[in-house]
């Protein structure tokens, strides 16, 4: 909900709209940061369903940075919500980097592994360069997708534009 983006739109037109046209039942609203990144934080920095009641979440540990409490405050929402028949949510936290490349410039560097890429047979997903953050969400993404190579890559030159390999793709399945 930004003023930027369909300012005509109540969260009830919202809703109402998505339901309609993505034949989805319930929709469950998180946090985020108007101006202070270059996308108003989008939803696919911060949580992703990987599979019915399942959903991984952001975690920012530097505590100078914007996305420290609002991450926090994500995870206390999706913790606390359930899905479209009332079952509790299975919520995996991944904890970002506390390490990046910054040769490409850190303004709006987003340093994330939310923003993975599915495709056919595969996950393109990010590193960083901080090996134990980097590994840790190797294995969090490969427990979700356990019949899909996981192939992971330096995306610095997206990171450091604000964005995340799902930003630069567009998912097209072969059937």
Same mark, same amino acid.
């Given at each position: 909900m930004n003023d930027n983006r369909n300012p005509s739109f109540t969260k009830e037109?919202?809703?109402?709209?998505?339901?309609?046209?993505?034949? $989805?039942?319930? $929709? $469950?609203?998180?946090?985020g940061i108007k101006g202070n990144d270059i996308t108003d934080a989008h939803v696919d920095f911060y949580?992703?369903?990987t599979k019915i009641g399942t959903v991984l979440v952001s975690r920012e540990n530097y505590t100078k940075s914007y996305d420290y409490a609002i991450t926090r405050e994500n995870i206390e929402i999706l913790q606390n919500s359930t899905d479209a028949k009332g079952?509790?949510?299975e919520v995996i936290i991944i904890d970002n980097p506390e390490t990046f490349n910054k040769s490409f410039g850190d303004k709006d560097f987003a340093a994330g592994y939310i923003g993975y890429y599915v495709c056919n047979d595969a996950v393109i997903m990010q590193k960083f360069g901080d090996t134990q953050a980097d590994q840790n969400?190797?294995?969090? $993404?490969?427990?979700?997708?356990?019949n899909r190579t996981i192939e992971q890559i330096a995306t610095d030159g997206i990171a450091s534009g604000?964005?995340?390999i799902h930003c630069s793709t567009q998912q097209e399945p072969k059937d």
């Open positions: 037109t919202f809703e109402k709209e998505l339901k309609l046209l993505l034949g $989805i039942k319930k $929709i $469950i609203w998180l946090k949580a992703r369903f079952n509790p949510l969400a190797f294995n969090i $993404i490969q427990n979700q997708f356990p604000g964005g995340s």
